[in-house]
């Protein structure tokens, strides 16, 4: 008989409302102390989450707001984590804008520049957006002819791209591949390799058990993939939409140009091969059709457009093939009275 029972969804610290729950609530400094080290490779003795995100706050960002979690190690660094889902195909500028607030949230003024805490910033991607094949990427910036001279400490930044990492086959020795593998909760047997290697990935285990298992945490961690949803696919309808409409604007601006454009090439060319071929042939046959057929609107129009001096030769060219006036007067829009004078001159 077929099981009906509704399975429970598992969620894992790709959440991002799960993961600043996670390490920040209160209690659990061990496990960012711990995931801190094996990434910076330091000593950390203490930590100071800035801000616990409480549930209240989640509950204001959850349509979409930014999760970050920021802390203060006891060596006076500043540690800013962000996990992005989603590829909005702005990391780069989106991780230096995000630098530069945290530097100045932090920089009082009239600030001693040798008492400026360092920033780092620690980006946790689930997709890939680095073309290299490192999955943990550390940036600092060297001097241009002088690569090994490294200037500008005060503010770094980490890329650990997810997928790199599934394919990596890690050393799972190494505590940070403990870490990803358990923040990944992608392969199961790596996530079981890495809590019996670690003891702090023992206890993150039940911590996390329970996290997700609390109802209202739930219910955010369910809106804010909701809204990931949404928000891609109206970012997928906009450009299809936006491509569709563009596409119909562009053939529409495209036919006015080619027909004008066609339109004034043609009577640039229809006029000089009928001088040149024979004016009287030309008129006689292009001009007189274009009046029954319509080429009475397009002379107009193209005529118009500052040809006087032309419309003046068409009717000289008229009068030596003596042509009516009044069929003169319509094609050049001159008067008869202006026409007459030419037969004077």
Known sequence: MMNLKKQTKEYDLKNDVIFTTFFSRKGNEEFLIDFLSALLEIEITDIEIREEVNLEKLAQLEKGGRLDLQARLNTGIIVNIEMQIENQHNIEERSLTYGAKTLSRHTKRGMDYSNIEQIIMINILNYEALKVEDYISETVTVLKKHRDYEVIRGMKWYFIELPKFRRAHPNMNEKINQWLAFI??????????????????????????????????????????????????????????????????????????????????????????????????????????????????????????????????????????????????????????????????
């Not at 058990?209 to 961690?221: C, F, I, K, P, Q």
């Not at 009717?315 to 009044?326: D, G, H, I, P, Y």
């Open 184 to 345: 990944d909760n992608d392969d199961r047997g790596l996530v079981q390799m890495a809590e019996k290697k670690n003891k702090t990935l023992e206890k993150a285990r039940v911590e996390m058990n329970y996290l997700t298992g609390d109802a209202e945490v739930r219910r955010l961690a369910e809106l804010r993939e909701k809204w990931e949803r949404d928000y891609i696919d109206a970012r997928l309808n906009g450009k299809k939409e936006g491509l569709t409409e563009g596409m119909r604007r562009g053939l529409e601006d495209g036919l006015k140009q080619g027909l004008e454009e066609g339109m004034k090439r043609g009577l640039e060319d229809g006029l000089k091969q009928g001088l040149e071929e024979g004016m009287k042939q030309g008129l006689e046959d292009g001009l007189k059709q274009g009046l029954e057929e319509g080429m009475k609107q397009g002379l107009e129009d193209g005529l118009k457009q500052g040809e006087s001096k032309r419309n003046v030769e068409i009717a000289k060219e008229m009068l030596k093939k003596e042509f009516e006036v009044s069929i003169i007067s319509q094609i050049t829009k001159l008067t008869e009275k202006e026409i007459e004078d030419l037969k004077k001159k």
